[in-house]
């Protein structure tokens, strides 16, 4: 199993550009979910989903989007990225109390 | 508010000694806790877990104590290595059909050789 991959590793936007991360499971897992993760802090809910086809916020939902049309798959968007979502983005997958996180992207807006 | 915080930001030992990293919970309808340790460039990895019915839990040279009378969550890792050097967070949920987490701000731990 690849586990919770992201993609890309790093990326750069300028301020007012749209863009997709990408994240994916392989563990069948329900429940998918987006944190940022600031310097010096801990991680922060964006958005989540039960199952496909159904997702919610969390702590940090303005300004990004998210769908699950697949079990697999939980793509997160900027749709007019400032330079306040400048983090490192995770991607986790939850089974029962364990969840497991994905090698991150790390993005700045410039 | 929710909030789930930490006694110290930096916790320095001894290769070989015992650690102890704290966490302090405010929302007493947590249920479920949960230690991460998160290694530069990478993603948190789940340590240990806790539920509100216990008090202690052990797991191979770490173990979780949760005080819910004063709110207190601990990690504490035997024979401390340098491998263990890493932030470690705490996380609460409650347990409902969310199963949102939410963490705390973090302790590194650095590991004297």
Known sequence: ?110 | GESVGLHLPTLSVQEGDNSIINCAYSNSASDYFIWYKQESGKGPQFIIDIRSNMDKRQGQRVTVLLNKTVKHLSLQIAATQPGDSAVYFCAENKVDSSYKLIFGSGTRLLVRP
């Open chain 1, 1 to 110: 199993n690849a586990g919770v991959t992201q993609t890309p590793k790093f990326q750069v936007l300028k301020t007012g550009q749209s863009m997709t991360l990408q994240c994916a499971q392989d563990m069948n897992h329900e429940y998918m979910s987006w944190y940022r993760q600031d310097p010096g802090m801990g991680l922060r809910l964006i958005h989540y989903s039960v199952g496909a086809g159904i997702t919610d916020q969390g702590e940090v939902p303005n300004g990004y989007n998210v769908s699950r049309s697949t079990t697999e798959d939980f793509p997160l968007r900027l749709l007019s990225a400032a330079p306040s979502q400048t983090s490192v983005y995770f991607c986790a997958s939850r089974r029962g109390g364990e969840q497991f996180f994905g090698p991150g992207t790390r993005l700045t807006v410039l």
